[in-house]
Structure formats: structure tokens, C-alpha cells
């Protein structure tokens, strides 16, 4: 017998035990294959030679081969006639919905929603608002004008589809917008995490405490959220603060639930496999990093088969105090194109993150670059501080960072000061690191 609850969003589909679970993923995985290789020209070429039927086990979907973004860009220049190439699943007079990436890396990649396909989306971010906490008595401020980024569309239909009031906040300034929330009372807001700091760095300087605000809940989008900086937020907003992981081509495919200790998998929406950095026909053991490979379930309109997503994460522990059985992930360490080889050592951005966040309060934003200087790389910190240092402070702090840093990274930093206010703010992708070696 199946309890009402106010825990789950599906109660039957999130306490699910794993062999169930899995034996739906697969069976919808291979429904999910003849669907593509029926209807999208891009896979009817990429799949050629396999029948969903081979697809049997975790070790056979490594025969099928993976989907890079370049793969979609590609695909679009494709033989199909609409603006989509060869990625339309669909008849283009079903297609409700126009979205795209963001371009960060590259030409964006257009993605066509079908009303059946933005519906699924919509229900699997229900499952990440209801786990964060979002009830109908929340209201729900949004403070970005969305365009045509699709995850804060995503946040606003599944927050209205729970009951939530929804309010979006494009076309008002920064100081509009925090008086805007306190003017209405929201309860709860869909954020960056770079923007939740510049909106309460504002606050602080219009002379309210963020967390007079009233703020009670905030699901972060758009970067990655190191442990650090949402202990911080959580902090200067006096809020619970969520993480959650996903892409515009897959969809958000994990998230936090009220523990905030990793993210669970959002499945059976999802088929996640965690490969190796190396040797992607392994995937890792628990507790190892590897990259994740996210094929959704049952998008028709862009069908979308082990989608390399880039973002490197740790992989947890099936199963999680709140009852929910699906596979976590303990960590996100950032994505495979941030990855580097600085002097022979690894190296990723959101360590220094971390540290910052975590032990040095009185800096607040930073910016790194990586240059060569004759035949050595060099990498470089720019730190800007809440307030102007003087010489000696300045000097003792660089000390202190640069040493914590090289405990960390194996690496030495130049490190050099901003005046406050000097760095770029950014509000949806933030692009503190910059690689100037030309790799
Ligand atoms: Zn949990």
C-alpha cells in the first residue's frame, strides 16, 4: 500500500528497490533506441548496425558509441530541413518550443521541444523542486530574464505545476529585484550561485541583511556549486541552498534532496553511466571520478543516446537517509573541458573554490589564468577583496592563500590583488578561468 506523502513527488517510483528500477531503465533504454534510430536521422546513422534488443547489460551500452556536443553541432548542419538538421525526432509541426545552449563553447546547439517532450522535462524538475523543499505555499522568485536559456523555464513551469506562485523577474535591476522580493514576500528563488552572491553583496550595500529578505530555499542553476560556496550562501541568506546538475540537451538528471549531502540520480528518467577518464569502457567503482554519460529517457522531439555531458563527478552510494533508492553522487568536480595539465599536475578551477570560499571570507571574487612564459606554464590569481587591503595585509593574505593553495593543487600561484568591484560580475555562465596557452 502506497502512503500519501509530502516526502516524495512520487513516492511508488522514488523508494523503487535498484533491480526494479534498473529493469525499467533498460526496457525504457531500448524502447528509447528504436524510437531514435526510427525517427532521428542522426542516430538512424550513428546506431547503424545495432538492434536495442544487443542492449541487454550495463557492459553492452559501451558498443554503442557516445554523443559529443560537437556530434549535435554537426548534426544540425545535417541534411534535415529545418533549422534542427538531422537532431528533429519529430514532425516540425509538433516542435512547441525553441530552445538552445549557451554557446559558451562554441556555435549553440538548437533544441527543438515537442509539447510532449517539454512536459517530461517539466515532471523531472518537479522531482527537484518537491526533493529541494518547494511547496505550494512558496512563492517563487525568479530573478533573470530567461531568453531562451531553458533551465529556468524548466524551474518556472515545474514550481507552478507543484502549486508554487511564480514570479518572474526579468526587467528590474539588481536593487529591484531585492526590493521586489521583500516587497511580496518570496519565499523562495531559483538562482546562480555567482548571482545569489552579487544579489547579496547588493542587499548588503542598500543596507538590508540578506536574510531579512526572507528568502527560505534557493535551487541553484547554470555552474557548478562546490560545497563551500553553498555553505556560504546558505549562511549570508539564512536559506536552505540546493545544487542540482544537468544540460540543456540531457535536462537536469541529478539533484539534492533535503540531506544536502551529494545528489541523486534522477532515475528511471535517466540512464546515467559514470566512465572512466581514461578508459571509457569501464565505468568507476564508488568513490572513484569519472564522466558522466546521461542518455534521458524519453525526449522525442531530440532524441539523445549516451550524451557526454563533460562533468566530472564522483560516484556515491546507492541509496540515501531521506528513503530514496536511486545511485548518488558524492561530488561534482567540475566539467572535463576545465580539467588541465598545469606543469605535469591535474588541475580544476573549483579547488580553488573551494579554498577561497571556505577559509578566506574577506576575499570575494577571483579570477585565474593560465599562460606560457617560455616553455613553463604559469598560473596566475586575481583576487578581489570585500574591502581594500593595505600592503601588509595584502602581502600576509597572498602568503597564507598561495600556501593552501600549493597544500591543495600541487601548485604555486602568482597571486595579485583587484581593487573591490573590479572584477566581472557574471549572471548566468561566470568565467573565472581563462587557459591562454593555446592548447
Ligand atoms: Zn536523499
Redo the contacts with the bound molecule.
Sequence with gaps: MLMKSREYWNPWMETLNRERLLEIEFRNFRKYMRYAKGHSPLYRKKLDGIEPEDIQTREDLRRLPLTDKEDLRLAQEGDGESLYGDLLGVDLTEVSDYRQTSGTTGKPVYVPESYESWQWRVEVWCHILW?AGFRETDRVFVPFGYNVYVAFWEGHYAAEKLGCEVVPGGALDTRGRINKMMEIGATATLNTPTYGLHMAETAKKMGVDPKEIGIRRMQCAGEPLPQATRRLLENIWGAEVYDHIGGTEPCAWAAM???R?GL?ILEPFFLVEILDLEDQSREVKEGELGMAVVTPLGRHSFPLIRFNTQDVVKKGKEG?????TSL?ISEVTGRADHLRKIRGVLFTPVSVEEILREEFPEINEYEITVAKKGLMDEISLKLEPHEKLGPTASAGLANRIGERLKMKTNLRFNIEFADPGELPRYTLKSQRFKDLRGE
Design positions: 526533493m534532496c533535503g540531506q549531502q541523486h540515501c537517509p531521506c528513503g530514496r548518488m
